[in-house]
């Protein structure tokens, strides 16, 4: 069990850019989901795949947001042309069952 | 709606006993967990309670009354280390397991 991974851990871009992020859940774990958390704030779900399906997505996910989790195992976050709203810590978390998330250590996106 | 509220803030001294308090509303319910959040890393899972009454693993303890929209989180022994913010979280619906949280209390222990 080597835990989630979450890549890159840090990254900072201008507005406007476009950014994507990289989720390995746990090997075993069906279940992938997406959250953003703000300074000060608990995390705000933004999507769920059980293997490659994406079955729930957040009205917080606007169109600039996509994710994809092909073939089942890694998970992909793009944010297109982001906006300074959008600086927030990104976690993916994957489970195995309907108890307990596992997240990973998450990836902290500054827009400038 | 969802609806989840805990106490900003607390302070407590090591060695002492801690209760966080975490109110909920929400449109459906399926268990309520809580999770540890050290500054700057990930949540770790603490405690899951879906029937009434309490749950204990250690130092730590959770209590829940569905009746009431109420749950606590009791940390025991307190250490240096349990200085972190607490999440209550709520899962909603039965079919999937996506969680609603709330905003997180931070714990600050002093010696």
């Known amino acids: 069990d080597t835990g989630v991974s979450q890549d890159p851990r840090h990254k900072i871009t201008k507005r406007g850019q476009n950014v994507t992020f990289r989720c390995d859940p746990i090997?075993?774990?069906?279940?992938l989901y997406w959250y953003r958390q703000t300074l000060g704030q608990g995390p705000e779900f933004l999507t769920y795949?059980?293997?490659?399906?994406?079955?729930?997505k957040s009205r917080l996910l606007s169109d600039r947001f996509s994710a994809e989790r092909p073939k089942g195992s890694f998970s992909t976050l793009e944010i297109q042309r982001t906006e300074q709203g959008d600086s927030a810590m990104y976690l993916c978390?994957?489970?195995?069952?309907?108890?307990?998330?596992?997240f990973g250590s998450g990836t902290r996106l500054t827009v400038v | 709606g969802q609806n989840i509220d805990q106490p900003t803030e607390m302070t407590a001294t090591e060695g002492a006993i801690v209760q966080i308090n975490c109110t909920y509303q929400t449109s459906g319910f399926n268990g309520l967990f809580w999770y540890q959040q050290h500054a700057g890393e990930a949540p770790t899972f603490l405690s899951y309670?879906?029937?009434?009454g309490l749950e204990e693993k250690g130092r730590f303890s959770s209590f829940l009354s569905r009746s009431k929209g109420y749950s606590y989180l009791l940390l025991k022994e307190l250490q240096m280390k349990d200085s972190a913010s607490y999440l209550c979280?709520?899962?909603?619906?039965?079919?999937?397991?996506?969680?609603?949280f709330g905003k997180g209390t931070m714990l600050l222990v002093s010696p």
């Open positions: 090997s075993e774990h069906n279940r």
């Open positions: 979280a709520v899962r909603p619906n039965s079919g999937y397991s996506t969680l609603t």
């Open positions: 309670n879906v029937l009434d």
């Open positions: 795949f059980q293997n490659e399906a994406q079955l729930e």
């Open positions: 978390a994957s489970s195995r069952t309907l108890y307990g998330y596992t």
